[in-house]
Each structure stands twice: as structure tokens, then as C-alpha cells.
């Protein structure tokens, strides 16, 4: 668990609503409204994707949408930027294996 | 300063390269002159496709069989891929009219020799999971192929110069004038001139103005072609697409298209293709506004809005760039070839509009043997710049 529960500054986390996502296939409990990125990031996930040719692990570089180093399949989309991305109930995400694929949904 | 040549290529594009690499290999020392960079015109802003599907029986399918066995040695000699692949290629049909008017075209290239059919939604399903239920037949055929024209330029100038041709790039030419001997004079616009008893008129779109120096007609407008490229995504399908749309006005001009005027006006349809940077490239417009190679918002969303009426599943993709090129158009759809009547040594080889990347090196291998009077080959008197002569 990687969540700042009690920030030196910020003070105590406030209480907040509880949605649950999936996460390759496992269900996890994030905040609502937080990105996936930061709810992963609580998990202690290690890495969000695979590169395309040298398969190597990618996680959070930039954290403001501008590098697309933490991209993933999101409800079968691949490349989704998930530092920029809200969590939603029931969103299905997936570590991306290099390009990912379309997730066999229309 | 006076360069001598045995032929002067204008236009440093895929064609002006291609004719200079197999007039060099004929022997030739060849100067090819352009006024811009490396891939600045119509050949550096296409797609890279060697499609079949979208000729018409005749001259130009029977050039696409021969300039394909021609990429194929060129890449041998080269030993590079030159990024070819394979795909093959599906003509959407979304109508019942547009259906009967593709089975009629399908029948006709099956005569010519073409590997190509009408599949159902079931078949197309296999193909393509993603695609949109409105379609309710497609073409197929699996010859439809691709090469990329950066690659292919490269090739042709690089091995070509180590045969021993000259490529001079932005330095337009300004005039041409003929000597006494029959030589032709060519300058430039930083002031040198180049003399050679042939001239090769490979300018693309802008050979018009390079035929009135000489006061030949080559009757070529530009048709601005919009193009957006995605980010690096994972293939959506198995096979390149196009609409039948464009394929049914360019056969029968009576048929009116399902288009908002707005698109109609910029010539919209669809094409889908993969590149060889794992990106799509996504056209396109047919637009006819002059020589502005500029692209526009209106363009570039029509291009959006038509590819998720196809593909909805692209909706969350970005586009990372847009392009425009473009495309010398002719009145009758095929290019200019030959020599000009009463204008001793000066041919044109332009005037491909989409099928530039298709066409090049038989473009090149049939121009370099007119210019060293190979024996004549009837099936192209067709393209003969001469049936423009008159107007």
C-alpha cells in the first residue's frame, strides 16, 4: 500500500466515496474520482505496461499526461493514459503488452 | 557554370528518381533537377499503398501487375525490404446500389486477371471485427500491397548515384530554351545551366508550367489530398479499407453518394491503411483549391468523422499529425507518357494523381526505353502527351 494516509502537510486523507475497478481480472477498491494511475499506484502495482520490442516494464514518469510512459488498455482501448484517466465503477484495465489490443469489444 | 547531360529529369520526386535511375541504368548520365528538399511534394504527403483495386481494367491495372514484379527487383537490387508488405485490401459497401456497381467492376478486374471478390458480412467479420454493421458487402483482394515511398526514393537516389546519376534539389528551374544543335538549355534559378539533347518533364503537379516553357500542353491540376496519421496503435484489422464511394462516382457519374454537402465539396472518402510504423494513415480529401498544400480544421475532422461512422471503436485514438499532398490530376485519369509531337526530345512522364507510389518504376523503365528508342509499345500510345496536343 503506497497511499499517503496522513500527508505533513496536507494533513489526514478525507474520507471518500469507494469504486471498484478491475485490474487485470482482480478487483481492487479505488477513491472516486482519483486517476487509475494513483489508484495502481496504491496497490503497489509495479508496472503498467511492456514496451513494444525490448518488453521492458513502464510505470509513472511525467504524472501529467504528457509522456505516455503509463499507458494501458482501458475497456479494451489500448494506449489510455491512466495518470490522466479517472477511475470508474466497474472499469476494466489491463497491463498493455506493447501496442495491447482492442480487447475483442465493439 | 554549364552542366552537360545526356538527359535532364525535372522533378526530384518518386517519378523524376525513378525515371533518372533506369535511364542511368540504360547508360545515361542523367542531372535530375528539383526545386525543393527530399520528398517535399506529392511523393513525401501519400499514402504507400500499390493498390489494384482501385483501377479501372486497362492500361493502369496492367501497369500495377508489372510495377509490382518491378518492386520486387528493385528491392533485390537495393537488398532492402523497402517496407512492402502485404496486406490485401477491402472496398466497403454500405448500399445496394453501390453493390451492384462493385460486382460489376469486381467481374471486370477477374477478367483482367485480378485476385479479387465480394465477401459477406460474415467473411468481412473474420477480416475485420471492429468494422461498423452498416456495411453490407465488401471487396477483397489479396493482392493489394504496399511499399513506403520514402524508402523508394532513397533507394532510387542513392543506388542510382552510385551508378552514376546527379540529383540537384532547391533549385527551381526558370527557363528552357533550345540551341542550334537540338540541345536543350535549361537554367536555374541560382544561375546554372544544364544542356542536354533530352529533357524529362517529371514535375508532378507543377508540369504544366514546366511544358509551357516549351509550349507543350500537359493539362494537370491539383487535387489537394488531406491525410491524418494516428499514434502507434495495435492493428484494428487484418486487411487495409476503403470506401466504395469514391470507386462508384469515379465509374458512374450519375450516382449521387450518401455525403453532407461539406464533404461532397471536398471530394470525401475513405481510406485506411496501415504503415510500417505500426500507425494508421487515414484519408482523405479530393479538393480542388489551386496549388495550397495547406491542410484545414474542416478537413481534418471530416477525415475524423467519416473513420468512426466505419470504425467507432477508434473514437478514444489521437492523431498525431496531418498532412496534405498534391495530386497531378489529368481530364481522363492516366498519366502522361511519351514524347511531345514537333518538341524533339522533350517527353513528360507526370500525371499519376493517386497512383504515383504504384506506378513509379514501371513509369521509369517504360520512359527510359522510349528515350532510348527501344522499339514502340503500342499499348501505351494511350498515355501519349500528344492526345492533349489539340485542346
Known sequence: MQRILDHPILGPLPEEEKVTIYVDGEPVEARKGEMIAAALMATGKPYFRKTVKRHEPRSIFCGIGRCTDCVMTVNGTPNVRTCVTAVEEGMVIETQMGFGDWGGKR | ?391
Open chain 2, 1 to 391: 557554370m554549364t552542366h552537360a547531360a545526356d538527359v535532364l529529369v525535372i522533378g526530384g520526386g518518386i517519378i523524376g528518381l525513378s525515371c533518372g535511375f533506369y535511364l542511368t541504368k540504360r547508360g545515361k548520365r542523367v542531372c535530375v533537377l528539383d526545386s525543393g528538399g527530399f520528398a517535399d511534394g506529392a511523393s513525401g504527403a501519400c499514402d504507400d499503398m500499390i493498390l489494384f483495386q482501385s483501377k479501372k481494367p486497362g492500361i493502369n491495372l496492367e501497369l500495377t501487375f508489372e510495377s509490382l514484379e518491378l518492386y520486387k527487383s528493385l528491392r533485390a537490387e537495393v537488398d532492402d525490404n523497402l517496407g512492402f508488405a502485404n496486406l490485401g485490401g477491402m472496398v466497403l459497401i454500405e448500399n445496394q446500389q453501390e453493390l451492384e456497381i462493385m460486382e460489376e467492376f469486381v467481374s471486370q478486374q477477374r477478367s483482367y486477371g485480378l485476385d479479387v471478390e465480394v465477401i459477406d458480412k460474415r467473411e468481412i467479420h473474420k477480416k475485420q471485427p471492429f468494422l461498423s454493421d452498416h456495411i453490407i458487402a465488401s471487396t477483397y483482394s489479396k493482392m493489394d500491397s504496399q511499399i513506403d515511398p520514402f524508402a523508394v526514393m532513397r533507394a532510387f537516389e542513392r543506388k542510382g548515384s552510385s551508378y552514376g546519376m546527379k540529383v540537384f534539389r532547391r533549385n527551381g528551374v526558370v527557363g528552357i530554351e533550345r540551341i542550334g544543335n537540338g540541345d536543350y538549355l535549361v537554367s536555374t534559378q541560382d544561375g546554372t545551366v544544364f544542356q542536354a539533347p533530352i529533357v524529362v518533364n517529371a514535375a508532378g503537379t507543377w508540369a504544366g508550367q514546366i511544358g509551357e516553357m516549351v509550349g507543350a500542353n500537359v493539362p494537370i491540376t491539383p487535387k489537394r489530398g488531406q491525410i491524418i496519421i494516428t499514434e502507434r496503435v495495435p492493428p484494428i484489422g487484418e486487411t487495409n479499407l476503403w470506401s466504395a464511394k469514391y470507386l462508384v462516382t469515379k465509374l458512374r457519374n450519375d450516382v449521387v453518394v450518401d455525403l453532407n454537402e461539406d464533404e461532397r465539396s471536398m471530394g470525401l472518402s475513405f481510406a485506411f491503411t496501415r504503415s510500417g510504423g505500426d500507425t494508421y494513415l487515414v484519408g482523405s480529401t479530393r479538393e480542388y483549391v489551386g496549388f495550397d498544400k495547406g491542410t484545414t480544421i474542416g478537413g481534418i475532422r471530416a477525415i475524423i468523422n467519416q473513420t468512426l461512422k466505419y470504425l467507432p471503436r477508434l473514437r478514444d485514438v489521437n492523431f498525431i499529425r496531418a498532412i496534405a499532398g498534391l495530386r497531378p490530376s489529368t481530364p481522363d485519369g492516366r498519366m502522361l507518357l511519351g514524347e511531345h509531337a514537333g518538341i524533339d526530345g522533350f517527353f513528360t512522364a507526370a500525371g499519376h494523381e493517386g497512383d504515383g507510389i504504384a506506378l513509379a518504376p514501371i513509369t521509369g523503365t517504360l520512359l527510359a526505353a522510349m528515350v532510348c528508342r527501344d522499339p514502340g509499345d503500342h499499348r501505351l500510345d494511350e498515355l501519349s502527351p500528344n492526345r492533349f496536343a489539340n485542346l
